[in-house]
């Protein structure tokens, strides 16, 4: 139950904002802004919430009034924020660092939107909000914005996969999803975009390799072998990765995979491969299940090792 004072208060919020949707008389129009002003920062927040329901279609607003609701409690900037046509592009954007999620959900969900806004939603807000902007169809999200999603939310396989929902994708931001993404959305980006299953599966690849470089680079011949062991576990271990992490210097790699492919022990295995016998070499690779092709790359990936 709103108080005398209170309900006075809501009802001039209505007479101000019909006076700045008519009024162009500069003097008298500025006279009401401080009135604005002034309910803007109202104890009561059913005040304060008119007052933003009552001025969010007005067509020019002063820059610190419109900011004051903009960063004002759910209630009151909510409304505001989803209607207001006050704001700039650059404007808008620059207010985004200083505004909680919920106001950050209310932009996202505009029906217009600029490039600014949308760099600056994808840079400053939360995953729910730029979930809220990849799922707006109206909102026109350029090349840029949709690559700075992906490359700060890598990991959102359900973010991706809205993504992928997204009508007329860049390719360049469709090849950096498509091994992000569940196989029923991968063969939805094939199919819409007709990048082919060979190239789908070589970005696969690439990013798996780049995975593994990451996890491996620093780590301990112990560790090594714990990683290798975890992808012959899960069917993981290829002969493609195996020489690409060899290729890329970690000979240890090499070591542990094909101990695991021979059955035999890691020392064992070393030694078979870097004694130099050809006969112990021929052996293991049999051993191993490594093609004449594959085992000649081993032997030039070992010759390059020594020279480093």
């Not at 002969?239 to 021979?262: P, Q, T």
């Amino acid at each position: 139950m709103l108080n005398a004072n209170t309900m006075e208060k809501v009802v001039l919020t209505r007479r101000i904002s019909d006076f700045l949707h008519r009024s162009k008389d500069q003097e008298q129009r500025e006279v009401i802004e401080n009135v604005a002003r002034a309910l803007a920062q109202d104890v009561a927040v059913n005040v304060r919430e008119a007052l933003a329901f009552e001025l969010r279609t007005c067509p020019y607003l002063p820059h610190d009034l419109a900011a004051k609701i903009a960063t004002d409690v759910e209630d009151v900037s909510g409304p505001f924020l989803a209607s207001t046509t006050v704001f700039s592009d650059s404007q808008l954007a620059g207010l985004i660092p200083h505004l909680e999620e919920h106001a950050h959900v209310a932009i996202a969900k505009r029906s217009s939107l600029g490039d600014s806004t949308c760099e600056a939603l994808v840079t400053f807000g939360s995953e729910k909000s730029v979930s809220y902007l990849v799922r707006n169809e109206k909102a026109r999200l350029n090349e840029q914005v949709l690559s700075s999603i992906v490359k700060r939310f890598p990991e959102r396989r359900t973010l991706m996969e809205q993504m992928s929902a997204r009508p007329n994708l860049p390719l360049s931001v469709v090849k950096s999803i498509i091994d992000k993404v569940s196989d029923t959305y991968r063969c939805l980006l094939e199919g819409q975009y007709g990048v082919t299953a060979d190239i789908a599966d070589e970005l696969m690849r690439s990013s798996a390799s780049k995975s593994m470089w990451a996890m491996i680079e620093a780590a301990s011949e112990r560790q090594i072998h714990a990683y290798v062991g975890d992808l012959r576990a899960q069917g993981r271990l290829t002969i493609d990765l195996m020489l690409d992490m060899a290729e890329k210097g970690s000979v240890a790699f090499l070591d542990s995979s094909l101990a695991f492919r021979s059955g035999f022990t890691v020392s064992a295995t070393k030694n078979m491969l870097h004694s130099g016998d050809s006969e112990l070499f021929v052996a293991l690779m049999k051993k191993a299940d490594v093609s004449k092709a594959d085992a000649h790359a081993i032997l030039t990936i070992l010759k390059l090792a020594k020279t480093k």
